[in-house]
């Protein structure tokens, strides 16, 4: 449905603070047969967190809409890795 290079470009393009504190991200679509779910990965160094994007989530994305789990797990992730204080704006 969607390129993985093209979500992880309008992921970036969203979220400004990725490439701000120097975070890796990869999306790959799940080799499921018929699955429609993205595996986005987070890494800074040797941290890393890994989620699953529903197919919702990843078409409220490549429309230009922060998604609420994205907004979520990268806030957690800078707060956790990089900077206790950090906070994200909300999704939406």
């Not at 991200?25 to 990965?41: I, P, S």
């Not at 789990?69 to 939406?92: H, M, N, P, V, W």
């Amino acid at each position: 449905m969607f390129e993985q290079r093209d979500i992880e470009a309008k992921i970036r393009e969203l979220y400004p603070d990725i490439d701000k504190f120097g975070i890796f991200v990869t999306v790959k679509k799940d080799k499921l047969v018929g699955a429609t779910n993205y595996a986005v990965q987070l890494e800074k160094d040797t941290r890393t967190a890994t989620f699953k994007l529903g197919i919702d989530d990843v078409k409220q994305c490549m429309a230009g809409n922060r998604c609420a789990l994205i907004t979520a797990e990268l806030g957690q992730f800078i707060k956790r890795f990089i900077d206790e204080s950090y906070s994200i704006a909300e999704a939406g």
